[in-house]
Protein backbone atom coordinates (compact mmCIF):
# COMPACT_ATOMS: atom_id res chain seq x y z
CA UNK A 1 0.00 0.00 0.00
CA UNK A 2 1.64 3.17 -0.91
CA UNK A 3 1.27 6.47 1.10
CA UNK A 4 -1.57 7.76 -1.53
CA UNK A 5 -3.71 4.61 -0.69
CA UNK A 6 -4.36 5.82 2.75
CA UNK A 7 -3.44 9.33 2.55
CA UNK A 8 -6.09 10.71 -0.18
CA UNK A 9 -9.03 8.56 1.82
CA UNK A 10 -8.22 10.69 4.65
CA UNK A 11 -7.79 13.97 2.81
CA UNK A 12 -11.16 13.54 1.23
CA UNK A 13 -12.61 12.71 4.49
CA UNK A 14 -11.47 15.40 6.21
CA UNK A 15 -12.43 17.83 3.40
CA UNK A 16 -15.97 16.33 2.98
CA UNK A 17 -16.02 16.82 7.69
CA UNK A 18 -17.07 13.45 7.52
CA UNK A 19 -15.58 12.38 10.90
CA UNK A 20 -17.02 8.61 10.94
CA UNK A 21 -15.12 8.01 7.38
CA UNK A 22 -12.26 9.68 8.56
CA UNK A 23 -11.97 7.44 11.25
CA UNK A 24 -12.39 4.56 9.29
CA UNK A 25 -9.53 6.00 6.71
CA UNK A 26 -7.07 6.43 9.62
CA UNK A 27 -7.82 2.91 11.11
CA UNK A 28 -7.63 1.32 7.91
CA UNK A 29 -4.17 3.29 7.16
CA UNK A 30 -2.60 2.17 10.72
CA UNK A 31 -4.00 -0.94 9.76
CA UNK A 32 -1.77 -1.04 6.47
CA UNK A 33 1.27 0.01 8.33
CA UNK A 34 1.24 3.48 8.70
CA UNK A 35 2.95 4.99 11.88
CA UNK A 36 0.46 7.92 13.30
CA UNK A 37 2.90 10.97 12.59
CA UNK A 38 3.29 10.32 9.28
CA UNK A 39 -0.33 10.22 9.01
CA UNK A 40 -0.81 13.81 10.91
CA UNK A 41 2.50 14.95 9.19
CA UNK A 42 0.97 14.09 5.42
CA UNK A 43 -2.05 14.48 6.31
CA UNK A 44 -1.50 18.46 7.69
CA UNK A 45 0.75 18.95 4.34
CA UNK A 46 -2.34 17.65 2.00
CA UNK A 47 -5.09 19.55 3.81
CA UNK A 48 -3.18 22.92 3.35
CA UNK A 49 -2.40 22.15 -0.08
CA UNK A 50 -6.11 21.44 -0.75
CA UNK A 51 -7.08 24.40 1.43
CA UNK A 52 -4.86 26.76 -0.81
CA UNK A 53 -6.02 25.30 -3.69
CA UNK A 54 -9.52 26.05 -3.37
CA UNK A 55 -8.74 29.62 -1.79
CA UNK A 56 -6.65 30.27 -4.83
CA UNK A 57 -9.95 29.14 -6.92
CA UNK A 58 -12.04 31.41 -4.59
CA UNK A 59 -10.20 34.16 -5.55
CA UNK A 60 -10.15 33.96 -8.93
CA UNK A 61 -13.63 33.69 -9.25
CA UNK A 62 -14.35 37.06 -6.91
CA UNK A 63 -11.78 38.79 -9.12
CA UNK A 64 -13.37 37.87 -12.67
CA UNK A 65 -17.07 38.49 -10.84
CA UNK A 66 -15.90 41.92 -9.65
CA UNK A 67 -14.64 42.28 -13.37
CA UNK A 68 -18.00 41.85 -14.51
CA UNK A 69 -19.77 43.83 -12.17
CA UNK A 70 -17.36 46.63 -12.82
CA UNK A 71 -18.22 46.42 -16.93
CA UNK A 72 -22.04 46.13 -16.16
CA UNK A 73 -22.07 49.31 -13.92
CA UNK A 74 -19.84 51.19 -16.53
CA UNK A 75 -22.23 50.48 -19.14
CA UNK A 76 -25.57 50.70 -17.46
CA UNK A 77 -24.11 54.23 -16.08
CA UNK A 78 -23.38 54.92 -19.62
CA UNK A 79 -26.86 54.17 -20.62
CA UNK A 80 -28.47 55.99 -17.87
CA UNK A 81 -26.41 59.53 -18.31
CA UNK A 82 -27.04 59.78 -21.63
Not at 35 to 61: F, K, M
Request: a negative charge; one cysteine or more.
Amino acid sequence: MTRDDFMNPIAQAVLDLQPDETGAAVEAALDAGARPVEIIEIGRARGTERIASCESRSNQIGESTNRVTQSYTEKTQRYTEG
